[in-house]
């Protein structure tokens, strides 16, 4: 057999042959000389064989896909030019892996390299199109021709989109060392590109490229970024396609080789020049390792850090020992563990990129540090009795530092805290003294001169002792059909910390077999599953330690349960089906349960479907079910009892008694109100349907005491209506019920008498006027419809279709009145009887002559002004105004106007009119009265109206208080409240510089004072009265003056000491007011007496003969000196502050120096009124306070 192994940027495809295939055993056929041979299909490639019948067979990658030797013997290997096969044979399997011709093979490496992925299984089932017909072997064609039924097809794989990420990457910036490298570079880019989307048609194949090291970065072969693996060199091939004819240019495909060889090479050269990598952290059992990217010539390493991974190898017998791969994947820092403390250790690296592999970096040595022993295996029991326990144990790693002591603890066989029971350097330790049959728990440490390690895990062993007692027989707990739950007890005599465990045999005596073990455990209960039904066991029990096995407890015989029956066979009827009954029968279950059927339970369900009633509970197995309604549908099912138990409900029958025609319907009843020529029936349907839905009624009628009956209704309705009837006439009605079968019996027979109906229609009515304002309306009677007419009414309006009814009762005429004159008048008539109301009659119209007006409605008084001319006084004349009333069928053509004593003015047709030649401040009843050409009409209602008084007159007006700058006018007797509220208002105006008289108030007041006016100036005024009846004429001009302002008061006047009994007074100087002189008024004040001690112009006076410890007091005063007709007269101001002044007899020494001396108050000086009530203030703030701390305190609290 050919197998050719050629794919594109792929791992080497591989055949495995296996001598002895367990998992196909159909391939086989019993032939020991046929071979299955496995081969391999990676992921994203296609094998394609042809098989016999000519078609061609695809399998995508990945796969294994099984093919059959015929003869056993190994077939022959297609390789292509420059590749040779080499079969390695591990573990029963031998697999042919294609290399090229030059590269280094290592068998013990190989299986790492082509473990199967972990997404494949390892045993594929043969391909549905392999299975019938085996492929046979083609022959090979010739020298470098391959069959076409084994040319694998390649689809699109990522590997490539690796390799192209990879280029665009690391390689955009890579400077070359020389023009041939850069442009052997540049092809190689654009064969890897045309390789990925399937290059050109006609191009021939290339030749194999070298791979230095595996893809550790490819899926495809089953590894993962970053995992650590080692590998032989990897060959990949392009596809090699079937001759078209053509010969292959040699030449062409060896310089292609030459180029791939030499750009791989350069790539190599690169890679190669990694510096070695650099230890730090180093611990007992692991190191952190760190490198660099390999750097170009001119330094850049990022070209190298995108798809470029490293391996690093590790050696521990020297730099020329065996290193093996610790790490492979694309960090530049990894923290190797897992090493032995105290160790050299050798370590290098190697970078790998776009497949190619660069050689080692020099190797960094290092040296694991010492540590504290590991953790030491648990110690052996070698030996023991009833008193002693011999242990032994093996030393563990020592860290690098040798094994000083061993530290073996125990908790003294009281499952406590575990203590000291030996310290030494010896691997072995009996212990003596010990009780029989109690278990002691141990744990081992060892010691070097680091540190102690930890514990080992903790360990039980027993001493020896005797063999348990004969335990009690297994007791029953609960029982199945297909199991059983046993229990039993201690033994007798066992210790409650000894170890113990028990068999449980159980016998099947049916079987033959004696007994067999069915639990071994130390648990007290047991449940035994998977037995069979009804049956009968032996059980015994045993009771185990360390020393051995007690003898059997007694034998004990349970039975298992019987198992409930299964359900019968489906029921069935037997018979004719009658309407009342029908007959069943059923089978017994296949399977009784392991017992004898008891009885069997039948159930109906009828209408209800969710509840099933027992209709027969008995051994037999047919039924007779009577008492049934017809034409239902019944479900029936049936069960068996035994003594497993109830059995499942057997399928269900459904059965349908035979209908019958319906029952008798119930008596008639009418719906809704009742009518005179019509009547409304209803009814339900009958109690007894018959077993058949009702699909018909009929109703007939009869007049009472006849026989003759007709049809009057047909239908699936529950209601009618029956017309054309008699009003107030007895009627008998039947109705009955129609199925499918028939129809059933009448009902009972019902009476149902129709109502009277209203009356008709009457006649037109008939008006006729008496007067103006009077109409006599009469009418006729109409058919009354079978009851006596009770009442007619009558509707009369005077718009048509606004009409009330202004009449009920039996008279057929009647008399409006109090009507409009010349006005249209509508009427209609209805008879009313017992059975209702009639239908109105046509509306009859009727106009009423004309009369006199009407009497006016609105009659007011209104304001003069609103009129157009304008009446010469209010006091005299009142002004009126009117609607005008309705002319009743007359134009109206004027009013009389009636006031005072009868005196009655006549107007023409206007609305309004003003009465003259009036008293003032009289009332008068005034009513207007209309006139037509018929004649006058009434006169309009009375309204009073009073005129108004006259205006007043002006008031006297005089100055009550003279001011320099106001003057204050009062007037009148009225009290001066500028609140209150009058009649008459006031008008003050006054005289402005240029002649015009301003209002300057305006209002009831009485006073007014005048502000903001010039000292000594005459000021004119005049004042005016007006109240409802008007404004009054202004009084006459009166002139006012005001006075001189006095000078204003002065600060108080300061005093100083000249001489030992002379003192001099001074005081503030005013300017001159309008020209007129200031004199100046100075008062001694000795007690209640007051003396006046200077008056002039001066502003200082010397004042002499100053006694000593004596009080003075001064005050001063401005005055004005002005001239008028009687000669100079003073004006003068208010006095200024008291000053007070003392002198005692030591001041004429202190006071040599100075002329001056600070005014000092009094001591006994009495208080001011400012002060006096500031005093009373701060008392009552005080006093307010005590109270309402006193409230707080004892009322709140």
């Not at 020529?677 to 109690?687: A, F, G, I």
Request: hydrophobic share 30%; glycine share 8%; charged share 20%.
């Amino acid at each position: 057999m050919n197998i050719p192994v050629t794919m594109a940027e792929h791992p080497p495809l591989e055949a495995s042959v296996i001598n002895e295939v367990p998992f196909l055993p159909h391939l086989v056929n019993g032939d020991t000389g046929q071979q299955v041979i496995l081969v391999q299909v990676n992921a994203g490639e296609t094998f394609t064989i042809r098989t016999e019948d000519g078609h061609i067979q695809c399998i995508p990658g990945p796969a294994h896909v099984p093919m059959m030797s015929p003869n056993g013997s190994m077939p022959p290997i297609y390789v292509p030019p420059g590749y040779v096969s080499q079969v390695i044979e591990e573990n029963g399997i031998r697999r042919v892996v294609v290399l090229p011709h030059s590269a280094e093979f290592h068998p013990s490496n190989h299986p790492n390299v082509h473990t199967p992925p972990s997404h494949v299984p390892q045993y594929v089932h043969h391909h549905p199109a392999l299975m019938p017909h085996p492929p046979v072997y083609a022959p090979l064609t010739g020298a470098g021709d391959i069959p076409p039924q084994f040319i694998p097809q390649h689809g699109p794989s990522h590997v490539f989109a690796d390799q192209e990420s990879c280029s665009s990457h690391g390689w955009s910036n890579f400077n070359h060392r020389d023009e041939r490298t850069v442009k052997a570079h540049e092809r190689l880019q654009k064969r890897l590109k045309d390789r990925q989307t399937g290059g050109p048609k006609d191009s021939p194949p290339s030749s194999p490229r070298k791979n230095h090291s595996t893809l550790s970065s490819n899926v495809q072969n089953g590894y993962g970024k970053g995992q650590t693996i080692s590998g032989v060199t990897e060959i990949t091939a392009e596809p090699v396609k079937a001759k078209s004819g053509k010969p292959t240019n040699s030449s062409s495909v060896n310089a292609e080789n030459e180029d791939l060889d030499l750009e791989s090479k350069s790539l190599q050269d690169l890679l190669s020049s990694i510096n070695k990598p650099v230890v730090s952290e180093i611990k007992g059992k692991s190191v952190v390792l760190s490198w660099t990217p390999p750097s170009c010539a001119d330094g850049n390493v990022n070209q190298f850090q995108v798809g470029c991974t490293y391996e690093v190898t590790m050696s521990s017998t020297g730099t020329n020992g065996k290193f093996k791969v610790v790490y492979n994947g694309e960090e530049t820092t990894v923290t190797i563990s897992e090493l032995r403390p105290a160790t050299d250790y050798h370590v290098r690296i190697s970078a790998v990129c776009n497949s190619v592999k660069g050689s080692a970096s020099e190797p960094t040595s290092f040296t694991s540090a010492i540590t504290e022993p590991d953790w030491p295996a648990p110690p052996k029991l070698i030996n023991r009795t009833k008193n002693s326990l011999t242990l032994q144990w093996k030393a563990p790693n020592d860290g690098g530092s040798k094994i000083s002591n061993y530290l073996l603890e125990w908790d003294e066989g009281k499952h406590n805290f575990f203590k000291e029971c030996y310290l030494g350097y010896q691997k072995q330790c009996k212990l003596t003294k010990l009780s029989p049959s109690v278990g002691y728990m141990f744990r081992l440490a060892a010691k070097n001169d680091i540190g102690l390690s930890d514990f080992s895990e903790p360990m039980r062993y027993y001493t020896a002792g005797s063999v348990p007692a004969t335990p009690a027989s297994p007791r029953l707990v609960e029982a199945g059909a297909t199991w059983i739950s046993l229990e039993w007890s201690k033994p007798n005599g066992v210790l409650d910390d000894e170890f113990i465990t028990y068999v449980l045999e159980m016998e099947d005596e049916s079987s033959g077999y004696g007994f067999k073990v069915k639990y071994n455990g130390d648990e007290f209960a047991c449940t035994l599953k998977n037995l069979r039904r009804s049956t009968s066991y032996n059980y015994r029990v045993f009771a185990c330690n360390s020393e051995g096995k007690s003898n059997p407890s007694d034998v004990v015989k349970y039975n298992t349960h019987p198992e409930e029956p299964g359900p019968p066979s489906k029921p069935s009827v037997k018979g004719k089906i009658h309407a009342h009954s029908f007959k069943v029968i059923w089978d017994p279950p296949k399977d009784d349960g392991g017992s004898e059927i008891t009885k069997y339970v039948l159930e109906i369900s009828g209408l209800n479907e969710n509840e099933w009633d027992t209709k027969y509970s008995g051994t037999s197995r047919e039924h007779v079910c009577d008492q049934l309604n017809p034409g239902t549908r019944y479900r029936l099912r049936v069960y068996c009892v035994s003594i497993g138990g109830q059995s499942q409900a057997s399928e269900i029958l459904t059965v349908q008694s035979a209908a019958i025609p319906p029952g008798p319907c119930r008596p008639l009843q009418r719906s809704g109100k009742s009518r005179a020529k019509e009547v409304s029936l209803r009814w339900v349907p009958p109690d007894i349907n018959g077993g058949s839905t009702v699909t018909e009624y009929t109703v007939e009628i009869g007049e009472l005491g006849s026989h003759d009956q007709r049809s009057v209704y047909r239908g699936a309705e529950l209601e009618c209506t029956v017309g054309g009837l008699l009003p107030g006439k007895m009627y008998s009605f039947w109705v009955k019920a129609a199925n499918k079968v028939g129809y059933g019996p009448y009902s009972e027979r019902t009476d149902i008498s129709t109502v009277a109906a209203p009356p008709d229609q009457c006649s037109i009515p008939i008006a006729a006027c008496k007067t103006a304002s009077c109409v006599h309306v009469n009418w006729e009677c109409p058919p009354c419809n079978g009851s006596e007419i009770t009442e007619f009414r009558l509707e009369f309006g005077g718009v048509e279709g606004c009409m009330e009814i202004i009449y009920c009762g039996p008279a057929q005429s009647y008399e409006v009145k109090a009507l409009k004159p010349a006005t249209a008048y509508y009427c209609r008539v209805q008879a009313v009887n017992a059975a209702g109301s009639g239908h109105y009659s046509d509306t009859a119209i009727c106009m009423t002559p004309a009369s006199v007006p009407a009497a006016v409605n609105v009659l007011q008084v209104i304001n003069p002004n609103q009129l157009e001319i304008i009446p010469p006084s209010a006091s005299t004349c009142l002004a009126i105004q009117w609607e005008e009333p309705c002319c009743h069928g007359s134009e109206i053509t004027g009013y009389n106007i009636e006031y005072g004593d009868k005196q009655i003015v006549a107007v023409t047709t206007t609305t309004n009119a003003i009465v003259e030649d009036l008293q003032p401040d009289t009332t008068y009843r005034i009513r207007v009265q209309a006139i037509n050409g018929i004649g006058m009409g009434p006169f309009s209602h009375s309204i009073k109206a009073k005129t108004k008084p006259l205006p007043p007159d002006p008031p006297r007006l005089e100055c009550t208080v003279f001011s320099h700058q106001s003057l204050k006018l009062k007037w009148g007797e009225g009290i001066n409240k500028a609140l209150t509220t009058a009649s008459t208002q006031y008008i003050l105006q006054m005289e402005d510089k240029f002649g015009r008289f301003i209002s300057v108030y305006s209002g009831p007041c009485h006073t007014y004072k005048v502000q903001r006016l010039n000292e000594f100036s005459f000021y004119n005024f005049k004042i005016q009265a007006k109240n409802d009846a008007g404004e009054g004429p202004f009084s006459k001009i009166y002139t006012f003056r005001t006075i001189r302002c006095p000078p204003p008061q002065l600060k108080a006047p300061k005093v100083q000491i000249l001489e030992e009994h002379t003192c001099e007074i001074i005081w503030e100087t005013l300017p001159p007011m309008k020209g007129d002189i200031i004199v100046y008024t100075l008062q001694l004040i000795t007690g209640r007496d007051t003396e006046q001690v200077y008056k002039g112009p001066m502003t200082s006076f010397c004042l002499a003969n100053v006694q000593t410890s004596c009080e003075y007091k001064f005050r001063v005063c401005a005055g004005r000196q002005y001239q008028d007709a009687i000669g100079i007269q003073e004006l003068y101001g208010p006095y200024s502050p008291i000053v007070s002044f003392s002198s005692h007899k030591h001041e004429s020494t202190s006071i040599s120096s100075e002329t001056t001396v600070a005014l000092t108050k009094i001591p006994k000086e009495t208080l001011s009124d400012e002060h006096f009530a500031a005093l009373i203030l701060v008392a009552f703030a005080g006093l307010s306070i005590l109270f309402a701390f006193i409230i707080q305190y004892f009322v709140i609290k």
